[in-house]
């Protein structure tokens, strides 16, 4: 088993950001955060950030987003998540690319991080 962190990134307390075994990375859910801990309070911003943040771990592990294989958004607003879907899209394919992966959507009642919208889990096959 490997552990992943991002070079530059304070490695979180308690877990890593990413794991790497058999074949397989698997991500610790990514929230939409920058590099200082802030949150944009917009939805899209922050699954923006998400999606760049995932990347980011998937780039430490020597991996590209179109080896993600799996997503799971947790997500505080359904609503918030489905009036926006186009921008989302967008925001999607601009980081992702056109790769969609399986994929679901779970609405929580909150995050671990109170300013958190979204919190996106993943896995790669390596």
């Not at 397989?24 to 990514?30: A, E, P």
């Not at 309070?41 to 780039?59: G, K, S, T, W, Y």
């Not at 991996?63 to 186009?86: D, G, S």
């Not at 989302?88 to 909150?110: C, L, Q, T």
């Amino acid at each position: 088993m490997r552990t992943v962190n991002p070079p530059g990134w304070k490695r979180p307390s308690g877990y890593s950001n990413g794991v790497a075994k058999n074949g397989f990375l698997f991500l610790s859910g990514q929230v939409g955060w920058n590099k200082v801990g802030e949150f944009s309070p917009d939805f899209v911003a922050q699954a923006r950030q998400a999606l760049q943040n995932i990347c980011a771990v998937i780039e430490a592990a020597g991996a590209k987003p179109e080896q993600i294989v799996r997503l799971t958004w947790y997500v505080t607003n359904r609503e918030a998540y489905k009036t926006r879907l186009a921008e989302i899209g967008a925001a999607y394919r601009d980081i992702i690319g056109r790769h969609f992966p399986a994929m679901s959507v779970v609405e929580v009642k909150g995050l671990v991080e109170d300013a958190a919208l979204v919190e996106i889990e993943t896995t790669v096959a390596l």
